[in-house]
């Protein structure tokens, strides 16, 4: 199987990294990180002239018609760089609903918006007791005429604070915790009845507590069956969870390439700290855990658009489980190596390691996805019987 990128995937790719390379250095990352918004509208208006906006939307919506693996080579380099510009909130998250559960009217009217850079997206799903269930939904959206009424709150919700519209889920019919009556709907986030308290967390991006007090939507703003939307849920998760390994590769590269270079001009006892062998075991590992995230990505990507579920869900179980586990590995190892530096605010190797913690927990942990394997038989299904 060929892994190389095409012609057309590698300009991708070099320009991407050309621009980050220029617009996000660590300085300039911080002084963005402390401004009001969090993030950079002068780098958002970059991404939406380079088309990455438009990228994994079908060309006869207003997109360009990238697929996956556009996705994976953009959440990669996005997360060498620590990027903090809502593009997996709007793009890949609310983006997924648009592509693959959106209407021939709302994709006409929403993606070229998107790919302009004028319209930001959020999705509102998890609730407090969830956890990492995505069938725990108490928000409820009660039939009105022509209409949806919507109550609940959310929490922890990515870019919550500066997105235009957000995609929430609210529970149409049926018990907290049953798979049927839920409804996916797009609902305007300055809508009367909508509040938010946005904030920033441990890694830096920026979220919101969403509060719903009877806010009342069209029922056309629903995606697909306001009564059948989890497995729409599901798929979009699916395909977020492949795009975060992605980034994960790209922190886990960066972590590494910091690491190898601390350990070169690092003197201990009169030599550089990477001539010692126990050090250099580490840095191995670090390199060998790296690879197997970059392989588990790759499968992770090739699976996003897998119409079984169940195939599909396995594959993602896994990636993250292997991701989180080495993305734990390679941060603990880079920050013991640096040392006290490696603790610090002013160094960039903690902020790394902090993401991929951060993105460890997203859409379920290392342990949650590993238990969630085993419960679904493994990678790959005994098809014997």
């Not at 950079?40 to 693996?69: C, K, N, Q, T």
């Not at 693959?100 to 009217?109: D, H, I, K, N, Y």
């Not at 308290?197 to 890694?203: I, M, P």
């Not at 013991?336 to 997203?362: N, S």
């Amino acid at each position: 199987m060929d892994f190389d990128l095409s012609e057309e995937q590698s300009i991708l790719k070099d320009a991407l990294d050309r621009l980050l390379a220029d617009k996000y250095g660590f300085e300039e990352r911080n002084r963005i990180l402390k401004s009001d918004a969090g993030w950079s509208a002068a780098i958002w208006r970059h991404y939406a002239e380079m088309g990455l906006m438009a990228l994994p939307f079908a060309e006869e919506d207003g997109g360009i018609g990238g697929g996956a693996v556009e996705s994976m080579i953009v959440m990669e380099s996005l997360g060498r760089v620590l990027a903090l510009e809502p593009y997996f909130a709007t793009v890949i998250l609310g983006g997924g609903f648009l592509r693959l559960g959106g209407s021939t009217e709302q994709r006409a009217e929403w993606v070229p918006q998107i790919a302009e850079g004028a319209l930001k997206l959020a999705f509102a799903h998890t609730e407090r007791d969830a956890r990492f269930d995505l069938n725990h939904v108490e928000t409820t959206a009660r039939k009105d005429g022509g209409s949806y009424v919507l109550s609940g709150a959310k929490s922890v919700v990515l870019h919550g604070d500066c997105a235009d519209r957000l995609v929430v889920t609210a529970r149409t019919a049926g018990g907290p915790r049953e798979e049927g009556g839920v409804g996916v709907f797009l609902v305007d986030a300055n809508a009367d009845g909508v509040s938010r308290r946005g904030y920033a967390t441990q890694d830096g991006l920026r979220a919101a507590e969403i509060t719903l007090d009877a806010v009342e939507v069209p029922a056309e703003t629903v995606f697909g069956d306001p009564e059948n939307g989890l497995p729409l849920v599901r798929h979009v998760v699916d395909q977020a969870i492949a795009a975060l390994c992605a980034e994960a590769v790209g922190v886990m590269s960066a972590m590494h390439a910091l690491t190898v270079d601390y350990m070169k001009v690092r003197k201990q006892f009169g030599v550089p700290i990477g001539s010692f062998q126990a050090l250099q075991h580490k840095a191995v590992d670090m390199f060998v855990a790296l690879e197997q995230a970059r392989s588990m990505t790759m499968f992770a990507t090739m699976m996003a658009d897998e119409t079984d579920a169940a195939e599909r869900a396995r594959a993602m179980h896994a990636a993250k489980a292997e991701i989180g586990r080495g993305g734990r590995l390679t941060g603990e190892n880079a920050v013991q190596i640096h040392g006290g530096v490696g603790m610090t605010m002013e160094y960039a190797v903690g902020h790394y390691f902090k993401r991929m913690t951060m993105i460890d927990v997203a859409f379920g942990n290392s342990d949650h996805h590993l238990r969630q394997l085993a419960r679904a038989g493994g990678l790959f299904a005994d098809t014997a019987a």
